[in-house]
């Protein structure tokens, strides 16, 4: 399995944990950081909706607050026939806590693209300009 496949799978094996029960739409995510390490993380809905927390933040969040602070990829798993990309809160933190890492996204049918978080988000606004 090459790199990205191996990436995949982990965020379609996260995917299973998505706590969906309101969209019922499902979301793995698997972060890698520069050492290898991986976080995932899924989808965690709430009643009030709002609550509500993306997988590639669950993830961002779980290995920043284990001190992880370099990242290369993030593969985001969802069930759509073109899957999901990243939304604007997501891609905006992904931003500011990664820079201008890989985006591999990805469906249990084998659907594959890969972005740059630059090209997903342009013009971004960051502590370059404070
Ligand atoms: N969702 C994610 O987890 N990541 C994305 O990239 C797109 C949307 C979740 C949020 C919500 O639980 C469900 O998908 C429908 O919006």
């Known amino acids: 399995m090459n790199a990205n496949e191996s990436l995949v799978a982990k965020a379609l094996?996260?995917?299973?944990?998505?706590?969906?029960p309101f969209s019922n739409f499902?979301?793995?995510?698997?972060?890698?950081?520069?050492?290898?390490k991986i976080y995932t993380g899924c989808n965690v809905e709430n009643a009030t909706y709002g609550l509500t927390v993306c997988a590639e933040r669950v993830a961002l969040w779980k290995a920043i607050s284990e001190g992880a602070r370099k990242f290369l990829r993030?593969?985001?798993?969802?069930?759509s026939?073109?899957?999901?990309t990243p939304c604007g809160a997501c891609r905006q933190l992904l931003w500011e806590f990664c820079g201008d890492i890989e985006?591999?996204?990805?469906?249990p049918r084998g659907f594959r693209e890969?972005?740059?978080l630059a090209d997903?988000?342009?013009h971004p606004f960051d502590r370059?300009?404070?």
């Open 13 to 20: 094996d996260a995917r299973e944990n998505a706590f969906a």
């Open 128 to 130: 370059s300009f404070l």
């Open 103 to 107: 985006v591999i996204l990805a469906n």
């Open 74 to 79: 993030i593969a985001v798993a969802s069930g």
């Open 120 to 122: 997903l988000f342009p």
């Open 26 to 36: 499902k979301v793995g995510a698997a972060l890698e950081l520069d050492d290898g």
């Open 81 to 84: 026939e073109h899957p999901a």
């Open 114 to 116: 890969t972005h740059r």
